[in-house]
């Protein structure tokens, strides 16, 4: 029976990925900083990348879905003996290393560094490693992005975009980033490399959330208007703390194309992610808080 240790297990992408070790016959140890329940073959330590009690002197795979950096950090210090890791980063690494918000231009920049610090313990241990960056992620309503869109939209009936919002995107579904990261496992050829994971469709930011707000029950209407009325409204919302994730370089970016390959993935792993056809529930939070939709 393999074994895996997972740190940010709980997140909206480890969970299918615990889901998709179990349903694969793994015994799983998990970190996480909450209590989580313990399953059959699933144990949760408490901690986090700084510090956790109990972890196992070795392991088959380990698997990051958590801060990438803090990763890294706890990657250089333990002595814990894994032949592979597979960790998840972002495509902010390129798409955010040019932006004109400092903030941003760190984040790239950490990310960067992180997964070079990867890469190097890896390759000094042996061991194989393989770096994960999805685009936007949904589809387990718990992204900060479209289902962020939706309960706003979902109050009001409508959501605002200015014109020209119309940059490329390429959502992809928590569920197939879980079967990328099982079916990456396996294949020699991802040893040493990055990949981005987009999703199956590449269309407009505005029809991405076109689309997303056509799927709620009741659906919500996109209003567009022009940028520099929308940009007003955006700096009343800040005035009064709505809206603070909307920085000037996020709506700069939805004007810009952020389009990644598919095919390296897919020709090293068979990675082939679904088309967007969101719906209602892929935007709705379960009682529990744990809503996960395939
Ligand atoms: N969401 C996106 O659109 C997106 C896009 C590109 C890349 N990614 C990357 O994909 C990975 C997973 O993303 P996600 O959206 O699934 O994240 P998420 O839902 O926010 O979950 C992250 C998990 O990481 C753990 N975590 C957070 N801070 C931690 C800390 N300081 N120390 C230890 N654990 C910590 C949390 O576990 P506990 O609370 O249980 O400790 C949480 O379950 C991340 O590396 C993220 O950067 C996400």
């Known amino acids: ?17 615990i889901e998709r ?17 313990d399953r059959e073959r699933l144990t949760w330590l408490r901690g986090d990348l700084q510090q956790a009690q109990g972890l196992p002197g070795r392991v088959d795979a380990i698997f990051s879905l958590g801060p990438l950096d803090h990763f890294s950090h706890w990657y250089e210090r333990t002595a814990m003996v894994a032949p592979r890791v597979i ?3 972002s495509t902010s690494v390129e798409t955010k290393q040019d932006s004109a918000d400092a903030h941003e231009r760190d984040i790239a920049d950490r990310l960067r560094a992180a997964e070079s610090r990867i890469f190097a313990i890896a390759r000094e241990r042996q061991a194989k490693a393989t770096l994960l960056r999805p685009t936007l992620v949904y589809g387990a309503a718990r992204d900060r992005s479209l289902t962020e869109i939706a309960r706003m939209a979902r109050r009001v009936g409508f959501f605002v975009l200015p014109r020209g919002a119309d940059g490329l ?38 029809q991405m959330v076109e689309r997303t707000l056509a799927s709620l029950q009741p659906p919500a209407r996109l209003i567009r208007m022009p940028a520099p009325m929308f940009k007003a409204a955006v700096a009343i919302a800040h005035m009064f703390g709505k809206m603070q994730g909307l920085g000037d370089a996020a709506v700069v970016r939805m004007h810009e194309d952020l389009v990644f390959d598919v095919e ?15 719906t209602d529930a892929m935007f709705s939070l379960s009682p529990k808080g744990t809503s996960f939709v395939a």
């Open 21 to 37: 070790l179990l349903a694969d016959g793994w015994r799983v140890v998990a970190v996480s900083r909450t209590p989580q329940a």
């Open 169 to 206: 995107r390429q959502p992809v579904h928590v569920q197939d980033l879980a079967d990328a990261t099982l079916a990456v496992m396996d294949a020699d050829a991802a040893s040493g490399r990055s990949y981005a994971l987009p999703g199956g469709e590449t269309l407009a930011y505005a």
């Open 87 to 89: 960790a998840f980063g």
């Open 264 to 278: 390296p993935a897919h020709v090293d792993f068979g990675y082939a992610p679904r088309a967007f056809n969101p």
């Open 1 to 17: 029976m393999r074994s895996a240790l997972v740190f940010g297990g709980s997140g909206q992408i480890g969970v299918p990925v």
